[in-house]
């Protein structure tokens, strides 16, 4: 429990005729994690991905697509949908019209509505001018300017310029400016000084307040319309989110299947990949993907991560066992890429992969183990909050076992009512058997262990939902018998004064809990940090980063003799 799962690194070599069977199998087993080629090895390029990994990308870029339109959730509760291969394009195209044309409908009716609601804005300036808006337009040599601002500003900045004949009206705010003249250049030169920010005159006739209730009386029309797509939007929801559930689910699958030559190393004829899976299952991988390649394929561990003496992970490259029975060459030698039957897939190869120089094997990546936490499945639920704050890497204690042990005791002592465990345990129950999500199932097992030991704190202290009464009957009083007659609840929370006795003896056991917190986290940092010397492991964090600062200073002055740039 404290330490993950031992992971081997293996090696699948074989022919590329067997290439997509032996991807099927490996997937159908979902063990293996594939590490990326990335060291540049003679002989072997990246592989390319398998015909129509295009395609299928492409579609599933447009299922996610249309899952954001139609606002699909993961926890959608509708009908569910079997999606036949053949039947994918043909229903998938059938959706992508049906809800690109309700989406840009809605789109166009949305910014109609902006485009009224802008009008209507613009429009009460008009409406406190008090003007007819066919007084506002259509002269030959006369310039009108309609703005919010001050008339007297205006007025003052008028007739210090250059326009010899105008006319000013206003309103609460509005002005309009009437001016004789051939050019708008001298009017909006004009008021460039003046206290005036211009509107648009609207191409309409008649009172601005009659023309603003026709735009409200569209903006009405255009929201019923956008409310009735937005109806058909979830009633499509309803009717395809679980055919897009379920072709997202096929869609990502299959690129992800497709695309997987891309973390290979291949020749001409061959392929080799790598990755890591825990150790007790190498040979199920082995025996799985051999019968699915009828024998093209070769399955070798190369190597395994230890624990050290201290606890701490090391890489063997020498695995007992014969080649192709229990993994890796024959008496726990190197591997050599250009030996084996699969070889002979390469006979015609213009270029030899070379070994290495030393006679053992190159690794296609220089990646390490992930971590698969080891924990009971009581445990289990407990790990996501371990991975709130960060995952535990595969050379650190797991600390989960202890948060188990402590969490729901802890939530149970500070609540302690059966009432409201009675509640957490339902409610755990239920998120566990209605959700589809790991880390919410996670959450309900957790509320389960909350509840049942606040249920249990709740019988100590005697109490549902806030009333004492459950004690009495179950533990009885002074001068009434009980089931368990002990005359009162066992324990108290100390919130009446004469039980402070309680109040005082809880705060000591919680400094005292809190205290023993603490060291159990400085014993796990402890063995954390243990491969870099006991001192090193024993000290405080603040020490610790002052010593990695004074590390990167001296590496600084060594490359500097005249001291740090």
């Known amino acids: 429990m404290l330490r993950p799962e031992r992971m081997s690194r293996v090696s699948i070599t074989g022919s590329q005729r067997v290439m997509d069977d032996v991807i099927e199998a490996a997937h159908s087993l979902d063990l293996l994690h594939i590490s990326e080629y990335t060291n540049e090895i003679d002989g072997f390029d990246p592989g390319s991905p398998i015909e129509g990994a295009d395609s299928a990308s492409k579609k599933l870029v447009t299922v996610r697509s249309l899952k954001s339109i139609l606002g699909v959730e993961e926890d959608y509760e509708g009908p569910t949908h079997v999606v036949e291969d053949d039947e994918l394009e043909t229903e998938l195209e059938d959706v992508r019209q049906e809800v690109n044309e309700l989406d840009d409908r809605r789109d166009e009716i949305d910014a109609e509505i902006r485009e009224i609601e802008e009008d209507i804005e613009q429009l009460e300036v008009f409406v406190d001018l008090g003007?007819?808006?066919?007084?506002?337009?259509?002269?030959?040599?006369?310039?009108?300017?309609?703005?919010?601002?001050?008339?007297?500003?205006?007025?003052?900045?008028?007739?210090?310029?250059?326009?010899?004949?105008?006319?000013?009206?206003?309103?609460?705010?509005?002005?309009?400016?009437?001016?004789?003249?051939?050019?708008?250049d001298?009017?909006?030169?004009?008021?460039?000084?003046?206290?005036?920010?211009?509107?648009?005159?609207?191409?309409?006739?008649?009172?601005?307040?009659?023309?603003?209730?026709?735009?409200?009386?569209?903006?009405?029309?255009?929201?019923?319309?956008?409310?009735?797509?937005?109806?058909?939007?979830?009633?499509?929801?309803?009717?395809?989110?679980?055919?897009?559930?379920?072709?997202?689910?096929?869609?990502?699958?299959?690129?992800?299947?497709?695309?997987?030559?891309?973390?290979?190393?291949?020749?001409?004829?061959?392929?080799?990949?790598?990755?890591?899976?825990?150790?007790?299952?190498?040979?199920?991988?082995?025996?799985?993907?051999?019968?699915?390649?009828?024998?093209?394929?070769?399955?070798?561990?190369?190597?395994?991560?230890?624990?050290?003496?201290?606890?701490?992970?090391?890489?063997?490259?020498?695995?007992?066992?014969?080649?192709?029975?229990?993994?890796?060459?024959?008496?726990?030698?190197?591997?050599?890429?250009?030996?084996?039957?699969?070889?002979?897939?390469?006979?015609?190869?213009?270029?030899?992969?070379?070994?290495?120089?030393?006679?053992?094997?190159?690794?296609?990546?220089?990646?390490?183990?992930?971590?698969?936490?080891?924990n009971p499945r009581g445990v289990k639920p407990f790990q996501a909050l371990v991975d709130v704050i960060n995952r535990p890497k595969y050379t650190e204690l797991d600390p989960t076992v202890v948060l188990f042990l402590t969490f729901p005791a802890f939530f149970g002592f500070m609540i302690g009512d059966v009432g409201y465990g009675i509640l957490y345990l339902g409610m755990g129950y239920w998120i566990v058997s209605n959700s589809e999500s790991d880390v919410v199932k996670s959450l309900g097992g957790i509320a389960m262990w909350a509840g049942a030991f606040t249920a249990i704190f709740g019988v100590l202290y005697g109490e549902f939902f806030g009333l004492h009464q459950f004690g009495y009957i179950l533990w009885g009083t002074d001068s009434a018998t009980g089931i368990i007659d002990i005359g009162g609840a066992p324990i108290h929370k100390g919130l009446q004064p004469h039980y402070i006795a309680y109040a005082q003896a809880w705060l000591l056991v919680s400094v005292i809990a809190g205290v023993l917190h603490l060291v159990v986290g400085r014993v796990f940092d402890f063995f954390n940090k243990l491969h870099h010397g006991v001192v090193e492991a024993g000290r405080t964090p603040p020490d610790r980063v002052r010593s990695v600062a004074e590390h990167r200073i001296q590496r600084v002055d060594g490359l500097h003799p005249g001291g740090r740039p």
């Not at 006369?142 to 900045?157: I, K, N, S």
């Not at 991988?285 to 070798?300: D, K, M, P």
């Not at 490259?317 to 008496?331: A, F, I, Y």
């Open 131 to 184: 003007l007819d808006l066919d007084l506002l337009a259509g002269y030959d040599s006369l310039e009108v300017a309609v703005g919010e601002g001050d008339a007297t500003e205006v007025d003052a900045a008028l007739a210090d310029s250059e326009i010899e004949q105008y006319a000013v009206e206003s309103g609460e705010d509005a002005v309009a400016v009437f001016a004789r003249t051939d050019d708008r």
């Open 186 to 374: 001298p009017l909006e030169e004009a008021l460039v000084g003046a206290t005036f920010a211009a509107v648009e005159i609207p191409e309409a006739s008649g009172d601005p307040a009659a023309y603003i209730s026709q735009r409200r009386q569209r903006k009405d029309e255009l929201e019923d319309e956008f409310e009735d797509v937005e109806d058909e939007l979830e009633d499509l929801e309803e009717e395809v989110g679980g055919f897009l559930l379920a072709a997202e689910e096929q869609l990502t699958i299959d690129v992800e299947k497709r695309e997987a030559p891309l973390s290979f190393a291949t020749t001409k004829n061959a392929f080799v990949a790598e990755g890591w899976l825990p150790t007790e299952d190498v040979e199920t991988l082995r025996t799985t993907l051999e019968e699915a390649a009828g024998g093209s394929v070769e399955v070798e561990e190369l190597e395994r991560a230890e624990y050290d003496e201290d606890g701490h992970v090391e890489h063997t490259e020498e695995v007992e066992g014969d080649s192709g029975s229990s993994g890796g060459p024959p008496g726990g030698g190197d591997v050599d890429r250009t030996d084996g039957p699969i070889a002979r897939e390469m006979a015609d190869e213009e270029e030899q992969p070379e070994a290495a120089a030393d006679g053992g094997y190159v690794p296609l990546a220089d990646d390490s183990p992930p971590v698969v936490q080891d």
